[in-house]
C-alpha cells in the first residue's frame, strides 16, 4: 500500500523551514527518503529504521515514528539546492520492498 | 564508485511496437530493482531479483512486460507490444544483500519511455 505525503508542494523563501510528513495505513520496518530534481533520478537522502534514532544529512533531518506509522522530513534553513520533489519510501519488513508516497515538491526561491 | 547505469536514456516507439532497457547495477550489489515512474508519481516497483532469481514480479504485466538477469549482474527489461499508457520513466536501482542500512537502493539516471 502507497504511503501517503503531505503536503503536495510547498513554496518557501531561502532560508525558511519546512516539514513533510509520509504516512501509512500499515506497521514499517524503515522509511526511505529521496529528493528527485527535474528529469534526474532519484538521490537517497537517508533512512530511518524500526527503533532506529532520528538521523540528520546537513540541515535535513527526519524522524520515525514507530507507533503512529508516520515519518517526517525537516528542511532547516532551506537553500536553493533543496529545490526538488521529495518521496518517502516504506518497507513493512526487511525485505528491501518499497512503496513509494506520490512526492512532495518544494521550491525554494531567493 | 560508479552508479548504476542504464541505456538507453530516451526512447520515442509507436504503439505496438517492442522496446528493451538495460541496466548495469553498482558493483557488488545482489539486489537489482526495476521502477516504473508515470510523470507526476512516486516510482512503481515493476521487478525486484535476487542475484539472478526473482524475489517479487507481483506488480509486472506479465502479459507484454519481461525482465531477466541471468548472470546475477546487468539486466533487460522488455516490453512487447507497447501501448500508450506505458510512457514512463523507467528507473533501475540497486543494494547490496544485507539489512539495516545495506538495503538503501541507489538509482541510475531512467530511460524516458514515449509510446506514440
Known amino acids: 500500500q502507497q504511503p501517503v505525503q503531505s503536503p503536495q508542494a510547498v513554496i518557501l523563501r531561502e532560508g525558511e523551514d519546512a516539514v513533510i510528513n509520509c504516512s501509512s495505513s500499515k506497521a514499517l520496518y524503515s522509511v526511505h527518503w529521496y529528493r528527485q530534481k527535474h528529469g534526474e533520478a532519484p538521490v537517497f537522502l537517508m533512512i530511518?529504521?524500526?527503533?532506529?534514532e532520528q538521523k540528520g544529512h546537513d540541515k535535513i533531518s527526519a524522524s520515525f515514528n514507530e507507533k503512529k506509522q508516520q515519518s517526517s522530513l525537516y528542511l532547516t534553513a532551506s537553500q536553493l539546492s533543496y529545490s526538488g520533489t521529495y518521496f518517502c519510501?516504506?518497507?513493512?519488513?526487511?525485505?528491501?520492498?518499497?512503496?513509494f508516497g506520490a512526492g512532495t515538491t518544494v521550491t525554494v526561491r531567493a | 564508485e560508479a552508479g548504476v547505469a542504464q541505456s538507453p536514456r530516451y526512447k520515442i516507439i509507436e504503439k505496438r511496437q517492442s522496446v528493451a532497457f538495460w541496466c548495469n547495477p553498482i558493483s557488488g550489489h545482489a539486489t537489482l530493482y526495476w521502477y516504473q515512474q508515470i510523470l507526476g508519481q512516486g516510482p512503481k516497483l515493476l521487478i525486484q531479483?535476487?542475484?539472478?532469481?526473482?524475489?517479487?514480479d507481483s506488480q509486472l504485466p506479465k502479459d507484454r512486460f519481461s525482465a531477466e538477469r541471468l548472470k546475477g549482474v546487468d539486466s533487460t527489461l522488455k516490453i512487447q507490444p507497447a501501448k500508450l499508457e506505458d510512457s514512463a520513466v523507467y528507473l533501475c536501482?540497486?543494494?547490496?544483500?544485507?539489512?539495516?542500512?545495506?538495503?538503501?537502493?541507489?538509482f541510475g539516471p531512467g530511460t524516458r519511455l514515449l509510446v506514440l
Open positions: 531479483f535476487q542475484n539472478n532469481g526473482v524475489v517479487d
Open positions: 530511518l529504521l524500526k527503533g532506529g
Open positions: 536501482a540497486s543494494s547490496l544483500d544485507g539489512a539495516g542500512d545495506q538495503e538503501t537502493q541507489y
Open positions: 519510501g516504506t518497507a513493512p519488513s526487511n525485505d528491501y520492498k518499497l512503496s
